[in-house]
């Protein structure tokens, strides 16, 4: 054996003596080092995503105003995240089109009310001028009628003529007698008809002042207002002022801010631990720092599954317990339900 390996040797051997000699550890004093004592209880948390809602939220749309008209013009809208009170005027349309057929519709009742006046004085005349007639043809026929009396005195060629003018004079009255009540009947049509085209125009005009008013909408509630997704210049996005909006498209929401609350969809496993939670703590995904107090308030009686899945869930509401300046609907957020098992 060389030197060095001599010196190795004999630097090792006491090292190794050493730990031999060491005794082992006892077997509770490594258990309780590896395992927890037994009065720890682990905590267990139950995470659940769902949506913001306001309790109290309405959504604006543009107005469906009658007629012809598919788009509209807006003039005005209140801006973004603005507070509104009830009554304020949040956003207008153009209303020059309606202005021109309000407009329109006046001159034309106003033109039929004439032509009704004019029409009325019309049957009239014309009604006095057919009783003229008419008693002209009565005082015929009564003189006819009279010559009729002197059958016996007068000739029988006189008696023929006198006989032929009577029934001559009657046929004429019981024609202009029937003709007559035509002609009123007639008359009287033509002059309703003027009047339905006049009840016409007043429903246009009605219909014109209805969709002005429409024009201009109306907080229905006070609140905080924030703009809605509509469709405009063939995409998604916020309305702005000079847009050409289709009626019927949603404009803004309002919501009130001091109630909100957590809608979500809990498992079936899980939803069990809801009526030992009564106080929860809800997390926003885009502010993660800040938890916000909230509690349970009701739960779906009724579990429902996706079609094909045999997973079901509850839809589950929690009540948000005070007011955060981050809170606006639709945003995504956790609600975590602590407890110890």
């Not at 543009?62 to 009554?87: F, R, W, Y």
């Not at 969809?265 to 899980?270: L, T, V």
């Not at 009724?302 to 509401?317: C, E």
Request: glycine share 4%; proline share 5%; charged share 20%.
């Amino acid at each position: 054996m060389s030197r060095s390996a001599l010196k190795f040797a004999a630097a090792v051997l006491p090292i190794l003596l050493a730990a031999c000699s060491r005794s082992a550890p006892p077997t509770v004093q490594a258990a309780s080092l590896t395992s927890p004592p037994g009065n720890v209880r682990v905590k267990r948390e139950i995470r659940i995503t769902g949506l913001i809602q306001a309790v109290h939220s309405v959504k604006i749309f543009v107005p469906q105003i009658q007629g012809q008209i598919s788009t509209m013009t807006l003039t005005k809208l209140v801006d973004n995240g603005a507070h509104v009170a009830e009554g304020d005027l949040i956003a207008t349309f153009d209303p020059t089109q309606q202005l021109d057929a309000a407009l329109g519709a006046k001159a034309k009742f106003e033109d039929l009310q004439h032509q009704i006046a004019q029409k009325i004085a019309e049957n009239r005349a014309a009604a006095a001028s057919r009783a003229v007639d008419l008693r002209s043809a009565q005082a015929d026929l009564e003189k006819a009628t009279l010559e009729l009396t002197k059958l016996d005195t007068v000739a029988d060629i006189l008696k023929r003529q006198n006989e032929i003018a009577a029934a001559a004079a009657k046929i004429h009255v019981d024609s202009l007698t029937k003709s007559n009540a035509f002609h009123d009947k007639s008359e009287a049509a033509a002059a309703h008809v003027l009047e339905l085209q006049r009840d016409r125009q007043q429903i246009y005009i009605q219909r014109a002042d209805d969709n002005i008013k429409k024009l201009e909408i109306h907080a229905p509630q006070a609140g905080m207002a924030v703009y809605e997704l509509t469709y405009r210049s063939g995409s998604m996005g916020h309305a702005q002022v000079g847009d050409q909006i289709y009626r019927g498209y949603p404009l803004l929401s309002i919501f009130d801010p001091s109630e909100m609350r957590v809608r979500c969809s809990i498992n079936e496993p899980d939803i069990l631990a809801l009526a030992s939670h009564g106080k929860v703590a809800v997390y926003l995904d885009a502010y993660p720092d800040t938890a916000i107090p909230a509690h349970f308030e009701y739960s779906s009686p009724v579990a429902s599954s996706p079609l094909g899945t045999p997973i079901k869930t509850f839809l589950a509401v929690f009540d948000i317990d005070r007011k955060d300046p981050h809170l606006l609907p639709d945003l995504s957020a956790a609600v975590v339900l602590g407890g110890a098992q």
